[in-house]
């Protein structure tokens, strides 16, 4: 779904549900949902079959570095460094609707440039199922 004009992109993350914090320094949230798909086709019956297997997604959030200042930055380095997992919410749409779901910090690329701001992603692969409200 994309974002609506006049709408901006609001990711959060905390290490309880009920302690969501927003990454202030954020400039973009890709979610990535996929389900494995497996062909069952009996050749006699000259049609392909498939049955849904189990159902995936990533979480990408691209942000500013900031992790002295952004509070939520700093919750997902400490998660990642122990081995906890991140709740986190997308909403495309200020707040008014939102993803939400549950992962583990799969990898964090930092981009140090000598001349722009630096950059950090946040890569979740999820844990549980993925809701939308």
């Given at each position: 779904?994309?974002?609506l004009p006049g709408y901006k992109t609001?990711?959060?993350?905390?290490?309880?549900?009920?302690?969501?914090?927003?990454?202030?320094?954020?400039?973009?949230?890709?979610?990535?949902?996929?389900?494995?798909?497996?062909?069952?086709?009996?050749?006699?019956?000259?049609?392909?079959?498939?049955?849904?297997?189990?159902?995936?997604?990533?979480?990408k959030v691209m942000a500013n570095f900031?992790?002295?200042?952004?509070?939520?930055?700093?919750?997902?380095?400490?998660?990642?460094?122990?081995?906890?997992?991140?709740?986190?919410?997308?909403?495309?749409?200020?707040?008014?609707?939102?993803?939400?779901?549950?992962?583990?910090?799969?990898?964090?690329?930092?981009?140090?440039?000598?001349?722009?701001?630096?950059?950090?992603?946040?890569?979740?692969?999820?844990?549980?199922?993925?809701?939308y409200a």
């Amino acid at each position: 779904m994309p974002a609506l004009p006049g709408y901006k992109t609001i990711a959060k993350v905390g290490l309880t549900a009920a302690t969501l914090v927003a990454i202030g320094q954020a400039k973009s949230a890709d979610l990535s949902c996929s389900a494995g798909i497996y062909d069952i086709t009996v050749f006699q019956l000259n049609w392909k079959q498939i049955i849904v297997g189990i159902n995936d997604y990533k979480l990408k959030v691209m942000a500013n570095f900031d992790l002295a200042a952004d509070a939520a930055q700093s919750t997902l380095l400490t998660a990642y460094l122990q081995g906890n997992p991140i709740f986190w919410s997308v909403s495309p749409n200020n707040g008014v609707n939102a993803f939400t779901g549950q992962g583990y910090l799969a990898s964090m690329p930092m981009k140090f440039p000598v001349n722009n701001v630096s950059d950090i992603e946040f890569d979740l692969d999820s844990n549980g199922a993925l809701a939308y409200a």
